[in-house]
């Protein structure tokens, strides 16, 4: 009887240390919970900051995002690799329903369109924008990016 009693704890404890690692990184939707981080025309990207600003674009309210390496506040003109649009909502969204996500790179004044894009707008308030993004480019290697932001929600400027 012990043998069976020491055999379950044994097993329960390599199921618990076995799958505790995996749902830190990823929820159950594919979205990473780590700060939106892959790579940018081939450069390692990590966000540190970004602004969302409302616009009104073809009669619908949207929210156009900033993500950059670093911090920004609103107003400030800083490199953003990053750019996403999304209808001013909270909800899930893809290319189909209203999301866009375009790559840039300042350095060479080029940018590239998303593919696959999914963007979950989390929660939008009087001062930040939260949400998740997992787009890719043409070549994946060259522009991918998965994880979590919070960004400075700005008005219109």
Not at 7 to 15: E, G
Not at 21 to 44: H, R
């Amino acid at each position: 009887m012990k043998k069976i009693m020491l055999s379950a704890v044994v097993a329960a404890s390599f199921l618990i240390s076995c799958s505790s690692d995996d749902a830190e990184k990823t929820t159950t939707n594919g979205f990473s919970n780590n700060p939106v981080s892959g790579v940018v025309y081939s450069q390692s990207f990590t966000t540190g900051g970004g602004t969302a600003n409302p616009v009104t674009s073809n009669g619908e309210d949207v929210l156009y995002i900033h993500l950059s390496r670093t911090a920004m506040t609103c107003g400030a003109d800083t490199d953003t690799p990053i750019w996403i649009i999304v209808p001013a909502e909270v909800g899930s969204y893809t290319s189909e329903t209203g999301a866009s996500v375009q790559f840039s790179d300042d350095a060479t004044e080029s940018f590239e369109g998303g593919f696959g894009e999914r963007v979950e707008i989390t929660s939008i308030t009087e001062n930040t924008v939260k949400g998740r993004v997992i787009s890719e480019g043409f070549d994946k290697a060259e522009n991918s990016i998965n994880g979590t932001f919070e960004v400075n929600f700005c008005g219109i400027d």
